[in-house]
C-alpha cells in the first residue's frame, strides 16, 4: 500500500472551497487511494485554519474518519525535544512545530512521499539526516 505524509497546506485548501489550490488538492486527495499519516500537531494546525470556514471543523473530522488518516501522537517529551532541535536547525526556512513532527513521522516510518504546499520547506528539510521528501502534490499553475 502507498503511503504518503499529509502536511497542513492540502488539507486547508481541499475544506476550504475559496482557496486558490482547492481543485488540485481536492483531486488529488479525492483519488488518492493509499493511506495518509499526519501528527496530531499537524491536526490541531488544520482545526486553527479552518476553524471560521464554515462546516471547516466537521468537514476535517469526516475527511479523517472517511480517508482512515492515520495519525500519529507527537507531544511526548522526547518528541518535543527532538522538534524544537529541528526548529533551531531549520529557523532560516522556518520550520513550525507541525513541520517539525512531520520530520520526525518521516523518520519514524521512512515514508518519505510528501502531501505539501509548501515546497521550499521540505525541499529543505531532511529526514534521518539526509534524506530528502519526494513532494508528490502535482505543482500549481
Known amino acids: 500500500m502507498t503511503c504518503r505524509l499529509l502536511d497542513s497546506g492540502p488539507l486547508i485548501a481541499f475544506l476550504d472551497t475559496a482557496d486558490p489550490n482547492h481543485e488540485r488538492c481536492a483531486d488529488m486527495l ?3 487511494d493509499g493511506q495518509l499519516r499526519k501528527t496530531s500537531a499537524v491536526i490541531v494546525e488544520v482545526m486553527h485554519f479552518v476553524q471560521d470556514t464554515v462546516g471547516g471543523p466537521d468537514a476535517l473530522v469526516r475527511f479523517l474518519r472517511q480517508s482512515q488518516t ?3 501522537e507527537c507531544t511526548d517529551l522526547p518528541d518535543l525535544e527532538l522538534a524544537a532541535f529541528l526548529m533551531r536547525k531549520y529557523a532560516d526556512t522556518p520550520m513550525d512545530v507541525a513541520d517539525a513532527t512531520l520530520v520526525l ?3 519514524q516510518t521512512d515514508v518519505a512521499d510528501f502531501l505539501t504546499l509548501d515546497c521550499r520547506g ?3 528539510f531532511r529526514f534521518n539526516g539526509h534524506e530528502r521528501f519526494r513532494l508528490v502534490l502535482p505543482a500549481g499553475e
Do not use: D, Y
Open 30 to 32: 479525492e483519488a488518492f
Open 70 to 72: 492515520q495519525i500519529h
Open 105 to 107: 513521522l518521516a523518520q
Open 122 to 124: 521540505f525541499s529543505t
